[in-house]
C-alpha cells in the first residue's frame, strides 16, 4: 500500500533536499524536486496546485544552460502521465528523444514503472517501436 499523500511534508523535503544540493546544481534539483511535488500535489487531491506547480517548474526547467541534456522532460513526461496528461507526456517523451537520439527505452527487461500510465497509449507504443526499428 501506498503511503498517503502529505503536501507538507513533501514541501518540507523539498526545502531541505534544496539545502543539501551542490550550489552549482541547486537550480535543477529545485525544479526537478517541484515536478514531483506536483505529482504529490495532485495525490493529495489538489489538482489545481499540481498544475499550477507542474507550469512553474517546467517553465525553469527549459533551460539548456541548467539542463543541456533535458533530462527534465523526461521528469516532467512522468508527472504529467501521473497526473493523467499522458498527450502532454508523450510529447515531451518525444521532444526528449530528438534530442537525445542515442537514448534507448530498454523493453528487454521491460519499461521502468516510471512509464506504466503510458504503456498502453497507441502514441507511445509508436514511439517505441519507431525506437526499436532505429536500431535495427
Known sequence: PALAADPAEAWRLVAEADSLAPEYDRAYYNVENRMFMAAVLHRAGLPDSARATLARA??????????????????????????????????????????????????????????????????????LALQAQSEH
Open 58 to 127: 517546467s517553465q525553469e526547467a527549459d533551460d539548456p544552460h541548467m539542463d543541456p541534456q533535458r533530462d527534465l522532460w523526461l521528469r516532467e513526461a512522468i508527472v504529467r502521465s501521473r497526473i493523467g496528461e499522458t498527450e502532454e507526456a508523450v510529447a515531451l517523451v518525444s521532444r526528449y528523444l530528438v534530442a537525445n537520439p542515442g537514448h534507448r527505452f530498454d523493453q528487454g527487461y521491460g519499461l521502468s514503472w516510471w512509464w506504466r500510465e503510458l504503456e498502453p497509449e497507441p502514441s507511445f507504443r509508436r514511439l
